[in-house]
């Protein structure tokens, strides 16, 4: 089965859900035969690189509401992820630009630390004081570095602003098309979705809900008998 997750570095929800989600898979019974792949999404697509700001102004100037109340939003976000066993500052954030991040998820997927970095970010972004966005790329190679992934290929990736961009575009297309207007947002086999970071229990309601109603496969085939193919044994012998 294959759960696919969009998500950005800069949701505090997809911080907190993937950490629920991930309780909830540890204890399904089927685990090791569930595929999880994440996918791009930006909250604030075609933002500028070099155009970061503090979180809460960011908060006041795009949800119009007060300092007083982003203050409090943020307070509530670091109470939600010690829930989770996750640190959150819930002063002195910034935000900015994700792309180049994605991008790198990208090259991460292909190296099998797609996770491993996701998580990286998260924690760099959320839960330490150096930013994620205002320290140059060095920064995000070191991450990259610390989720397994090679300095040099990183590197490479963060210097060619077309590598893995239109990776980047097809998952934020593919989410618009399987109706994701926010994130995070889960998909079980492309059967189920499940948005927001839901309680543990909801996901494993989903889990145990998709898996119980996978398809068996039906075979086409010609005659009363299959054709000759190859197997751990061997390869049929062809007869006279």
Known sequence: MRVEIWSDIACPWCYVGKARFEKALAAFPHREQVEVVHRSFELDPGRAKDDVQPVVAMLTKKYGMSEAQAHEGEDNLGRQAAAEGLDYRTRGRDHGSTFDMHRLLHLAKEHGRQS???????????????????EGGERLVE???AAGLDADAARKVLAE???????VRADEREAAQLGASGVPFFVLDRKYGVSGAQPAEVF?????????????????????TDGDACGPDGCAVPRS
């Open 204 to 224: 494993t309601q989903a889990l145990t809900q998709a898996w119980g109603e996978r398809s068996p496969l039906t075979l086409l085939q010609s005659g009363d």
């Open 116 to 134: 491993e970095l996701l998580d990286a970010l998260y924690r760099a972004n959320f839960a330490e004081e150096r930013s994620v966005f205002t």
């Open 161 to 167: 602003p077309d590598a893995y961009a239109e990776e």
């Open 143 to 145: 991450l990259a570095v």
